[in-house]
């Protein structure tokens, strides 16, 4: 398959604005910046184009296909589409917070905190972020300042409990930061209480006042998020639009870590490869059908694997799913008078069973084994019935299929 990487920026995403990484498996100690450049030598080894500045804009969906337009104007054109473009933190906006970016001012305590043993530090916001990410700083911080700017905390009242009980921990309320200073690295904040400034000594100021995901941003059509705008996906990676994946910071996860946005792109990868394969064989089956119910179609469909001689679906039984094969073989057999099992039909890639007991609402006539290691499409009674409403030469094809193998299984 052809894939390219699009990035509005240099390839390596946060991980270029972090000095030292020191928990990416494998990597004791390694920069940003180097871990960045492997990974992209790794990829392009294994032939990833990577295009870099190169802004989306938009991603529609057109029949089967997303396209992709970028900022210049470009449009792309793909089956698939993994989203990941991380978000970004909320910033205070103050002098000196740019100019301390990775010298005393951070946006991640469990990607920094360490660097800070016996330090004093100052967490800035006063939400669930914060307080964990504080609860995580007293690991390492002599003493660490919890500025808020109103009087009330908005975090869960255990992590109020735990981390305001600590005696090195101290509230600073109702408060402001207005600056942030040092000489090469931080130093102090200034901040404003009751109208007064007041400098506080830190050498690490640690910003949780939100994070804003980026990604939903970029879909004209609505593509489900929860209410903080992360985009929501299946344990597949998949997102609410067919053949829309996304992995890493903009998904909607417990961490923000580079493990897990690895972790998060291996998988949906591995499903595109597939949806991609299923989609292109529905295809194939059904020429006939609406591109983008074959899309719709392939997105509801549940990937089923078996080995060698496992049933897949059993004569008499109920007829609940209809299956298409991607990889492997399968064997249908019908039970005969003297109760041994006479094989009436052989399935290979791209063909179809389980439509007749569907179609005609009878028991399964036979039973369907796997010959060999089987890979299927299923698509459970609602989504078969959908695909055979939206197109009139599909359901004929299928009922004369159907009506076919109805005959050659009648009892004999
Ligand atoms: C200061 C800091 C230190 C950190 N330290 C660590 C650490 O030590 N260990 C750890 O595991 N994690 C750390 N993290 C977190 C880690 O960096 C992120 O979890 C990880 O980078 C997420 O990867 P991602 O691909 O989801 O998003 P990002 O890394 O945010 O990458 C998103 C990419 O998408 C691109 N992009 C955005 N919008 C568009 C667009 N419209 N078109 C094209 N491209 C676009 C951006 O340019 C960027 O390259 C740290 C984070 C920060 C901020």
């Known amino acids: 398959m052809k894939v390219v990487l699009l990035d509005s920026k240099d390839v390596g995403g946060e991980i270029l604005n972090t000095e030292l990484i020191e928990d990416y498996p494998g990597f004791e100690s390694v920069t940003g910046a180097e871990l960045a450049r492997k990974m992209a030598d790794h990829a392009i080894k294994f032939g990833l184009k990577i295009e870099t500045y190169k802004s989306v804009q938009e991603v529609r969906s057109e029949g089967d296909h997303k396209i992709v337009t970028l900022v210049d104007g470009t449009e792309l054109s793909a089956y698939a589409v993994l989203v990941t473009v991380g978000g970004e933190p909320t910033k205070l906006g103050v002098v000196g917070e740019k100019e301390y970016h990775g010298r005393g001012v951070s946006y991640c305590a469990v990607c920094d905190g360490a660097f800070f043993k016996g330090a004093d530090l100052a967490v800035i916001g006063g939400g669930d972020s914060a307080f964990q990410e504080g609860l995580f700083l007293t690991r390492f911080a002599k003493k660490l300042y919890v500025v808020h700017r109103r009087n009330e905390f908005r975090a869960q009242a255990i992590l109020q409990d735990r981390l305001l009980k600590m005696d090195k921990v101290e ?11 040092g000489n090469g690295d931080v130093k102090w904040i200034d901040i404003d209480r009751d109208g007064k400034t007041e400098r506080v000594k830190v050498e690490g100021v640690f910003v949780f006042i939100g994070f804003k995901p980026v990604g939903r941003h970029l879909f004209k059509e609505h593509i489900e998020h929860d209410k903080n705008g992360y985009l929501i996906t299946d344990q597949y990676m998949r997102t609410s639009i067919p053949g829309v994946y996304a992995a890493g910071d903009t998904r909607a996860q417990l961490a923000k870590q580079i493990t897990t946005a690895v972790g998060d792109a291996t998988t949906a990868v591995l499903h595109a490869e597939r949806y991609i394969e299923e989609l292109k064989d529905l295809e194939r089956a059904f020429p006939s059908e609406p591109k983008d119910v074959v899309a719709q179609t392939v997105s509801k469909a549940e990937l089923q694997v078996f080995a060698p001689g496992d049933l897949v679906l059993k004569e008499g039984e109920v007829a609940d799913r209809f299956y298409m094969i991607i990889k492997g073989e399968a064997e249908a057999t019908q039970r005969g008078p003297d109760g041994s099992q006479i094989v009436i039909n052989r399935f290979g890639p791209g063909d179809y069973f389980g439509e007749v007991g569907l179609l005609n609402d009878a028991p399964r006539l036979a039973t369907v084994r796997a010959k060999t290691s089987l890979e299927v499409m299923a698509l459970d009674r609602e989504t078969f019935a959908g695909l055979m409403k939206s197109s009139q030469a599909t359901e004929d094809e ?9 005959r050659a299984a009648s009892p004999r």
């Open 171 to 181: 509230p600073i309320t109702p408060a402001e930061v207005t600056e942030i200073g």
């Open 398 to 406: 299928v009922r004369r299929v159907a009506a076919g193998r109805t």
